[in-house]
């Protein structure tokens, strides 16, 4: 997320917030469904160097893992010491003690769980009663959170690659914005070869390892939340786009476009920031997500099939078996 004016150039980071109750209408939300490890984090950066888009990070973690833990913003500074942060909470009225901080991330947990996803996909059909039974509290927080977020950064557009359908759900559910889904799916080999693969965080107060998972339970996982995310709006084409990682490494000018289009904003403007295969990238203000995120100046833009030495032969069939029903939606098999 970059402070932005709506011409598209940089601004000061405002000293008094401005009423949330000025904002009209919903909040565009261009929202990255998907798994991790499929290449959100590249995908919402190349976004947010687009005029009138603010990449934000996985907002669903803002007080858990940015207010509560005080993990790094995309800036360099921990979240509760960034400016453009602290005036998103301070335009949103969002409580920040640490009581409170608990209490909503457990209204969220407590209905974004994946076995609450049949739940999910009946209450959307009916306007949402039961999240808005179980987690009245936490919805209000996010609607207040997304017109803070595009009113202190300027922005016409909110990236959030939160990635969970589950929260997606949610979002839509706070009648507070106009969500837009990019469904981003990468070959589930290569999801289930980062997922086993020690990788360290430094976007937090101290040096972590981010989460592991077999290459079974993540391909479980991996077909789990992108079928979910099919079921919840692969119905509307209009708001809905399905991108493969190894395109967007392929031609990401092109990707970047369809997105746009989707989004509803110009598509036909230069794209100063991506040149062939390399995407310079400038300072950001994304809280948690992969650490990649804090990454400042040339990135090369290369397929990463580290999987095929990774995976071992018998991980390998186990992921394509397991895999099978749903990556053949998506254009994937074994003779990838």
């Known amino acids: 997320m970059r402070a932005v004016d709506h011409g598209g150039g940089r601004r000061a980071h405002a000293s008094v917030p401005a009423p949330i109750e000025a904002a009209t209408g919903p909040v565009r939300v261009l929202y990255v469904a998907g798994l991790g490890r499929s ?20 907002v669903l973690y803002l007080l858990e893992r940015g207010v509560g833990g005080g993990d790094l913003c995309g800036c360099g ?61 936490w919805l209000d927080h996010l609607a207040r959170t997304y017109p803070a977020i595009a009113a202190a950064s300027g922005a016409e557009v909110v990236v959030d690659a939160s990635k969970s359908p589950s929260y997606g759900a949610a979002l839509e559910a706070t009648g507070a914005v ?64 399905v991108v493969r990682y190894e395109d967007l490494v392929a031609d990401p000018e092109a990707v970047v476009r369809r997105v746009l289009r989707l989004a509803g904003v110009p598509a036909d403007g230069p794209l100063p920031f991506l040149r062939g295969d390399t995407a310079t990238l400038t300072r950001s203000h994304t809280v948690a997500g992969n650490p990649a995120r804090l ?42």
Do not use: K
């Open 77 to 137: 500074r921990p979240v509760p010491a960034c400016p453009l942060w602290l005036d998103v909470l301070a335009r949103a009225g969002t409580p920040t003690d640490p009581a409170t901080i608990i209490a909503l991330a457990a209204e969220a947990q407590a209905v974004i769980r994946l076995r609450h996803a049949p739940r999910l996909l009946t209450d959307r059909r009916r306007d949402h009663p039961w999240l808005r039974a179980r987690a009245g509290r």
């Open 39 to 58: 290449g959100s984090t590249l995908l919402a950066s190349l976004l947010g160097e687009v005029p009138g888009l603010a990449s934000a990070g996985e």
């Open 178 to 241: 106009d969500l837009r889904v990019v469904h981003l799916v990468r070959d589930p080999r290569g999801v289930a070869a980062s997922w086993s693969t020690p990788t360290a965080r430094h976007d937090r107060a101290a040096v972590t390892a981010m989460d592991r998972r077999d290459p079974a339970s993540a391909t479980l996982l991996w077909g789990a939340w992108n079928d979910m995310a099919h079921r919840l709006w692969a119905g509307d084409p209009e708001r809905y786009l």
């Open 295 to 336: 990454t400042v100046g040339p990135v090369a833009l290369r397929a990463d099939e580290a999987w095929r030495s990774r995976l071992g032969s018998r991980d390998r069939r186990v992921v394509e078996l397991l895999s099978a029903p749903v990556a053949r939606r998506f254009g994937y098999g074994r003779d990838r």
